[in-house]
Structure formats: C-alpha cells, structure tokens
C-alpha cells in the first residue's frame, strides 16, 4: 500500500511535505507488528492506541480520522512516548487516506478485484463504463481499470469503446497505447495458466470488507492471492506441473522438498512477499524465500512492460 501511493526506496519513504521517513522491520517495532496489514486494519490499531492512551489518561479528546489523530498528538506530546516511533506511521497513515480519497480508490479497486476474480462482462462493462464518465477519478487509475478488462476480456469490442472515452477524457494517447502494450506483454499467449482462471479457482479469493471506528475511513477492501500463491500451495503438495516447471537437472528424489527458493525475473511485489510471510508462518515443514530484480509497485511494472517491449521491436 505504502509503495504503490507514495513509493518506498531502500527502507525509505518521502511523503509531500518533503519528510522523509526509514521504516524498517528490523528497527521499528510497530511497523514489524503491522507490515503486511490492510488499510482498514491499520486504521484500527492506531485507533486502539489512541483508545488506550485516552483511558489512562482519563481524555476525552475526540478522535474520529487520521487528521483527528494528528492533532491529537500535537495536544498531547506525550503520546508519542507511550507509542514510540508510530508518529511517522500515523503521517504515512494521513498522505495514503488523502490519496484514497482523492482517488476514488476503494470504489476502483473493488471493481478491479471484481474483473479478477469472475467474469461477468455485461456487470463489468457497466462498472468501467461508469468510472470512466467519472471525472474525479484519476486518469492513471481509469487507464489502469481499462488494462484488467482488458486481460479479462481480452479481444472484446468493449475495450475500443473505453479508449475512446480514454480519449474524450483528454487522457493521452501514449497511456492509451499502454493497453495494448501490456496486453503484448501477458495476453492470453504469454500469461500463465494460473492468471485469470474461471471463477475463483485460481487467481482467488473473496472480497474482505473492513469497518473500522474511524468514521471518515470507509475501510471497503478488497483481497485476492496471486498467482504465485497458488504454485506454492500446488508445489507443497507435489501437484505442479511438469510441463509448466520442468526440472532443470534431473528428476526429482525421493528426499522430501522442504526448502522453497522463489526468484522472479521481472520483479516481486510486496503483496507476493506477505503472501509468502503468511505462509511460512502457518507451514511447520516449509521454508519459502522470495526474491526478484526489483519491487513493482503498478508504475514501475508498466514501466518493465514498456521497455520490454520497445526491446523486442
């Protein structure tokens, strides 16, 4: 979330003010605890905090946003030595709801984890048609929507009609012309048989719907496991298949697999490194270890995809 709305560079993140903050696991005890949470579920651990500091302290400071939170810690000083260092968790908390808000990011995002989990086109084709006519949602996230309908429904006449009103939005033609780049790049025939399956099976799972106390923050998320996560699952059980992950040397043993190297050429995710925590945390008999040539957030892997294919041209 952090590195997709604002960016992380080497443990680092610069908000707009112009502050810079390090978050780091190994030096930051509140954010090792809350990492690899959502929105919904950051907005109600700070929210508890809050909570337990104005109940021993006998406030009745009202508290009901992240701004609210703010100038809470301006009043009360002291509440950053009862929290530690989350006074900077708490700024990064207030750019990303700002961004969110400004955005329309709960509304997009829940339809973009809607086209990627069924298909349901007529629903679908009204849902972006009507973000689309949407004014105060931004270009990057309409052309973005446009891109996952796309690989959804890849070929339908549906997706001239959305560049079209791409167009009619002023959008410009290169970002429009990232559609069919990044179709080129994980169409039908260069994607794995893991992405986009029928229904739920195998890019998954439900929507996940958040209430948190903070009235302001409407908390509407949505979850999904990515592909990655499935060739695990199927890997642990010995049900990968061989003509999609040959072996590179010989066959297998009989010597029970029990360390997981995962190295993605391209680029990870952070979502893909959580996914990977959660399971190495829950297994008693495996180890996964992830790593790739970079951390995408969505800007940085149109980025990839562009340069690979003005490469092969």
């Known amino acids: 979330m952090i590195h997709e709305l604002i960016g992380i560079n080497n443990h680092r993140v610069k908000l707009t003010s112009g502050e810079e903050i390090v978050i780091n696991p190994d030096q ?51 509440f950053k030595k009862y929290t530690g260092n989350v006074t900077k968790h708490v700024n990064i908390m207030s750019e990303i709801s700002k961004k969110v808000d400004r955005k329309k990011l709960l509304l997009v995002s829940e339809i973009e984890q809607d086209i990627a989990i069924k298909s349901n086109k007529s629903e679908h084709v009204r849902n972006v048609t009507e973000i689309l006519e949407d004014n105060d949602v931004d270009q990057f996230e309409k052309v973005r929507l446009v891109m996952i309908f796309a690989l959804r429904y890849e070929g339908d006449s549906n997706v001239g009609k959305f560049k079209d009103m791409l167009r009619n939005n002023n959008v410009k033609q290169e970002h429009i012309d990232l559609i069919e780049i990044v179709l080129q790049y994980a169409g039908k025939k260069k994607r794995s048989p893991f992405m986009l399956g029928k229904g739920n099976d195998l890019i998954s799972s439900a929507l996940n719907i958040f209430k948190s106390n903070f009235k302001d923050v409407k908390n509407v998320f949505t979850q999904h496991k990515s592909c990655m996560h499935t060739m695990i699952e199927q890997m642990v059980k010995g049900k990968l298949a061989e003509s999609e992950f040959p072996y590179s040397s010989q066959s297998p043993s009989d010597t029970k697999t029990t360390d997981i190297i995962i190295f993605i050429i391209g680029g990870a995710t952070y979502q893909e490194a959580k996914e990977v925590a959660e399971f190495n945390d829950r297994a008693d008999n495996f180890n996964v270890i992830l790593g790739g040539t970079t951390i995408h957030n969505a800007q940085t892997f149109i980025a990839e995809a562009t340069e690979i294919k003005e490469y092969r041209m």
């Open 28 to 78: 930051d005890e509140f954010f090792g605890k809350n990492m690899y949470k959502n929105y919904g579920e950051m907005a109600e651990e700070l929210n508890r905090l809050v909570t337990e500091f104005k109940d021993k302290n006998k406030s009745q400071a009202k508290v009901e946003s992240i701004e609210d939170m703010q100038r809470f810690m301006e009043t009360y000083p002291e």
